[in-house]
């Protein structure tokens, strides 16, 4: 009888759990979605910034090649206001296939070649008015 | 004297067996077309063999073959990189199991089962933040505890239906 109490009590933990991911999903989704503004992605590779592109400024579409330390590669389209993989020599393609992304919420991600595509939106123009010290 | 060693022998094959049921599996997993093209949303079967011995076996026996596993698997299926994401999730996921499975003596299979679901994602997520050290892999977060969550349950249940079916055959193959 002690392990159902117990098993009550995990049982509703994994609920709140998976209510908290539900709601936690959806507002990520939800929030990405509504900023508008410049679009800027910023490409890691090992954890170093090695590129920071203004997707809203992009005009003509272009590819780039990024090699890691083994020769291991990502290439990159960036188009106006989007960004993907377009090809890449991972095991697992799944950078490929996260296709192109203009949302904080959806990066890219290449695990095998710890390489990875941010996107942080910023306001549009928004100048502070004064700023009282 | 000589029963020792048989008695080791034997539980040694026995071991060996399982190791080679679960990799068997992860593999068969792992060649699958994919469900999300999210890193780490995956069914997990391999951990049913998990759950499943440990009911039946020591501890420490439930880790070797959980090592052994993600050992050879990782050989025959991927490179460092997989072996890295494998160990982490499956250690986290071993010891919380660990330590569910005791608290509730053996009995509700599927809670410890998410439960190391969850914290098999857990693991990974915080070996993708060693390895990736951005903020960015976080908004996976939601999606990986939610796909735990559900794996976990699936697993725990084919665990449970095989403890009832299997669960005599399990005692006899210990006691011979």
């Known amino acids: ?9 995990l049982g509703v933990l994994i609920g709140i759990l998976l209510i908290g991911s539900l709601a936690a999903y959806f507002w990520i989704q939800n929030s990405a979605k509504k900023k508008e503004g ?18 809203s400024e992009v005009e003509a579409k272009y590819q780039k090649k990024f090699q890691d330390s083994k020769g291991g590669y990502n290439t990159i389209e960036v188009r106006n206001g989007e960004i993907g993989v377009v090809s890449a020599d991972c095991p697992d393609q799944l950078c490929k296939k996260q296709g192109f992304t203009s949302l904080s919420s959806n990066p890219i991600v290449c695990l095998p070649h710890r390489f990875s595509i941010e996107i942080t939106n910023q306001e549009g123009e928004e100048e502070w008015d004064a700023v009282s010290e | 004297m000589q029963s020792v060693n048989n008695s080791k022998v034997r539980k040694l094959t026995q071991l060996s067996f399982f190791t080679v049921i679960a ?9 699958l077309p994919l469900l999300s093209p999210v890193q780490g949303i995956k069914l997990g079967l391999a951990n049913i063999v998990t759950l499943v011995l440990l009911q039946y076996y020591t501890p ?26 494998s160990l982490s999730g499956g250690i986290f996921c071993y010891l919380i199991m660990l330590l569910v499975n005791r608290l509730l003596r053996g009995k509700y299979i599927y809670i410890t089962s998410i439960l190391g679901g969850v914290f098999h994602n857990i693991g990974q997520i915080l070996m993708a933040l060693v390895l990736i050290p951005s903020g960015g892999i976080l908004v996976y977060v939601p999606l990986l505890m939610i796909s735990g969550i559900l794996a976990g349950l699936f697993t725990g249940l084919c665990a449970h239906f095989f403890h009832k079916k299997m669960g005599a055959w399990m005692k006899r193959l210990q006691q011979e």
């Open chain 1, 1 to 9: 009888m002690e392990e159902k109490k117990r098993a009550v009590v």
């Open chain 1, 38 to 55: 410049s679009c800027i992605a910023k490409i890691y590779q090992n954890g170093e910034l090695l590129e920071e592109i203004n997707l």
């Open chain 2, 60 to 85: 420490s026996e439930v880790f070797l073959v959980l090592l052994a596993r993600i050992l050879l698997a990782s050989l025959l299926n991927g490179q460092m990189m997989t072996l890295l994401y």
């Open chain 2, 23 to 31: 990799v068997t599996i992860f593999s068969i997993e792992a060649a």
